[in-house]
């Protein structure tokens, strides 16, 4: 059973997107800021199955919920 707490590098994995630092950095430089009534998983930029990850995560609470909501900040970050 793998117990590991799910990080912003394996949220990347688990999208399918690359998650070394550099492309976690270009992704939020390409994508954010969103607008502030935009919530992560209604942007434009996603999959329908990355939407739908995106949103049950957050809806159930789930694993995660934490690397999701680091997201969110991210993305929602004003330079």
């Known amino acids: 059973m793998d117990t590991t707490t799910p990080t912003l ?5 688990q999208l399918g997107l690359d998650s070394d630092q550099a492309s976690i950095d270009a992704f939020v430089e390409q994508h954010g800021p969103l607008a502030d009534d935009v919530k992560v998983s209604e942007a434009d930029f996603w999959t329908p199955t990355q939407q739908k990850f995106l949103k049950d995560q957050m809806q159930l609470d789930a694993e995660w919920a934490p690397a999701v ?6 993305l929602h970050e004003t330079k």
């Open 9 to 13: 590098e394996t949220l990347f994995d």
């Open 69 to 74: 909501d680091e997201l969110n900040a991210l």
